[in-house]
C-alpha cells in the first residue's frame, strides 16, 4: 500500500539554527513538508531556497508571502502548483492564509495537502478554520475521492473550539504529545488532520533523538505516515 510521509514544522523564520533545522527535517524524510513562519522579509526567498536544498527537498518559491505558510516535497512527490490563500483579519493584524497543493506519489493516488498557522485570537482562529474547510470543499470537485491532509500550528489544544473544527471533519493522525515550546515542550499545539486515507502511523519521537531540536526551532515538528 502506498505511504505517503507529511511533517509540519513551524520555523519561527528561520531566526534559530537553519542549519539545525534542516538536519531535523532530513531525519524525518519526510514526502510533504508543511511548514509555518517562513521568512518573508525582502530577499528571503534565498533563504528559504538555501533550506529546501539543506533538507534535499523541493520548493516551489511561490508560497510564504501571504502569511508565512509554506510546504516543500521530496523528488520522488510531484506536485501541483502550490498556492496561498488569504484569511481575513482585522486592520493592521498580522496576516494569516495557508498554503495549498496536491501531490501524488509514483505508485500512487492524488492527495490534497495544506499547511496553516492559525491565529492567536480564539475567536479568529475557529472563523479560519471554518473557512479552511468551507473553501477547500468548495474548490475540490471530488472530495470524497482524493485524500485531504492539513496540518500546522494551531496555537490552541484539543481543548480549543477551532481545533473542534478541524476534528470534526477530520481525523488527527499525529502523535499526542506537546509541541512547544521546544526547549520544554508542554503544549500541543501543532498537529496533522487528514480524511480518506486507509491508515495511519503517527511519526516515532525515537527518530529525534539527540537532534537539535532546541536550536531549530521553539516548536518540535509533527509528522505521519499515511496509507492512502
Not at 509555518?36 to 520548493?59: I, K, M, T
Request: hydrophobic share 40%; charged share 25%; glycine share 8%.
Amino acid at each position: 500500500m502506498p505511504s505517503l510521509r507529511v511533517a509540519s514544522y513551524n520555523l519561527r523564520g528561520l531566526k534559530d539554527s537553519a542549519e539545525a533545522a534542516a538536519a531535523v527535517v532530513r531525519a524525518l524524510a519526510p514526502d510533504v513538508l508543511l511548514l509555518q513562519e517562513l521568512p518573508r522579509y525582502p530577499g528571503s526567498e534565498y533563504a528559504v531556497a538555501a533550506f529546501a536544498r539543506r533538507c534535499d527537498l523541493l520548493w516551489s518559491g511561490r508560497t510564504r508571502l501571504l502569511s508565512g505558510t509554506g510546504l516543500m516535497t521530496a523528488l520522488r512527490v510531484t506536485a501541483t502548483d502550490s498556492v496561498d490563500r488569504r484569511l481575513r483579519v482585522g486592520l493592521r493584524e498580522n496576516p494569516r492564509g495557508y498554503t495549498q497543493t496536491r501531490v501524488r506519489l509514483p505508485e500512487g493516488p492524488q492527495v490534497d495537502v495544506v499547511s496553516v498557522h492559525l491565529s492567536l485570537r480564539a475567536e479568529q482562529r475557529v472563523e479560519h478554520a471554518s473557512t479552511v474547510l468551507a473553501e477547500l470543499a468548495a474548490g475540490r470537485e471530488d472530495p470524497e475521492q482524493v485524500p485531504l491532509v492539513v496540518g500546522g500550528d494551531l496555537n490552541e489544544g484539543r481543548d480549543g473550539a477551532a481545533w473542534g473544527v478541524l476534528a470534526a471533519g477530520l481525523e488527527e493522525v499525529s502523535a499526542d504529545r506537546p509541541t512547544f515550546p521546544a526547549h520544554q515542550p508542554h503544549r500541543h499545539i501543532d498537529a496533522v488532520f487528514a480524511r480518506g486515507h486507509r491508515a495511519a502511523r503517527p511519526g516515532d519521537p525515537a527518530v529525534l533523538e539527540g537532534m537539535p531540536l532546541r536550536e531549530a526551532s521553539d516548536h518540535l515538528p509533527v509528522w505521519v505516515d499515511l496509507e492512502v
